[in-house]
C-alpha cells in the first residue's frame, strides 16, 4: 500500500505558474511509474502527464504538452508537476496516481489539490 498526498494548488490568473507535489509514503514509489491525472467539473477524470520509474521518460497529453512538465525525486519520494502558462481550462482537481501503465491508472491515488485559473 502507498499513500500519496499532493499538494501546492490554488487560484491563480492566466498565464501563471504552478508547481505541484505529491508525497508517498514509501520508498517503493520509486519502482512504479507515475503520473498527473485531473477532474474538471462535469468531466471524466483525464490523464495529464506521466513518468518512467527513474524519470528517464516522461509523456503528457496534447492539451498541456510544451506547458507543464512532470518530474520525480526518487531520493525523496515526491513527484512533480511544474504547470506554466496556466488557461481557465486547466482548472481541475489534480491526482497524483501510480503505477500507471502508459496514460492508464493505476491503483494508488491521492486525495488531489484543486487548482482554478481565473480569467
Known amino acids: 500500500q502507498v499513500q500519496l498526498v499532493e499538494s501546492g494548488g490554488g487560484l491563480v490568473q492566466t498565464g501563471e505558474f504552478l508547481r505541484l507535489s505529491c508525497a508517498a509514503s514509501?520508498?517503493?514509489?520509486?519502482?512504479?511509474?507515475m503520473g498527473w491525472f485531473r477532474q474538471a467539473p462535469g468531466k471524466e477524470r483525464e490523464f495529464v502527464a506521466g513518468?518512467?520509474?527513474?524519470?528517464?521518460?516522461?509523456y503528457y497529453a496534447d492539451s498541456v504538452k510544451g506547458r507543464f512538465t512532470i518530474s520525480r525525486d526518487n531520493a525523496k519520494n515526491t513527484l512533480y508537476l511544474e504547470m506554466n502558462s496556466l488557461k481557465p481550462e486547466d482548472t481541475a482537481v489534480y491526482y497524483c496516481?501510480?503505477?500507471?501503465?502508459?496514460?492508464?491508472?493505476?491503483?494508488?491515488w491521492g486525495q488531489g489539490t484543486q487548482v482554478t485559473v481565473s480569467s
Open positions: 514509501r520508498r517503493t514509489f520509486r519502482d512504479y511509474p
Open positions: 496516481n501510480g503505477p500507471i501503465m502508459q496514460r492508464t491508472a493505476g491503483d494508488y
Open positions: 513518468i518512467t520509474r527513474g524519470g528517464g521518460t516522461t
